[in-house]
Nanobody, 120 residues
């Protein structure tokens, strides 16, 4: 099992930046990739982006491509989400999850989430 804890959310003006963190603990050696997701009020959870734990290749949703950047620090078992040029539509609860080598197509270890609010 992997446990995840997010932090770094807050209130920011449109056009501003925030950096979220996701710290993993437990069986971190079993992580295949990690991802960021978000859920706005009244909407379904949506994929934001992901990073391969080995190699570091990333993928992003079209809605954030060019504005958001995912990175990781292996030594700290931490994944980051750098969010620039924030828009009001980025307002949501952001959560991270992990896909394990034993089940690479399922997300698990969901954190509690961190609120990001972008004021226009």
């Amino acid at each position: 099992q992997v446990q995840l804890v997010e932090s770094g959310g807050g209130l920011v003006q449109a056009g501003g930046s925030l950096r979220l963190s996701c710290v993993a603990s437990g069986r971190t050696g079993s992580i295949w990739r990690m991802g960021w997701f978000r859920q706005a009020p009244g909407k379904e959870r949506e994929f934001v982006g992901s990073i391969m734990w080995i190699g570091g290749s990333t993928s992003y949703a079209n809605s954030v491509k060019g504005r958001f950047t995912i990175s990781r620090d292996d030594a700290k078992n931490t994944m980051y989400l750098q969010m620039n040029s924030l828009k009001s539509e980025d307002t949501a609860v952001y959560s991270c999850a992990a896909a394990l080598r034993t089940d690479p197509w399922s997300w698990s270890g969901w954190g509690q989430g961190t609120q990001v609010t972008v004021s226009s």
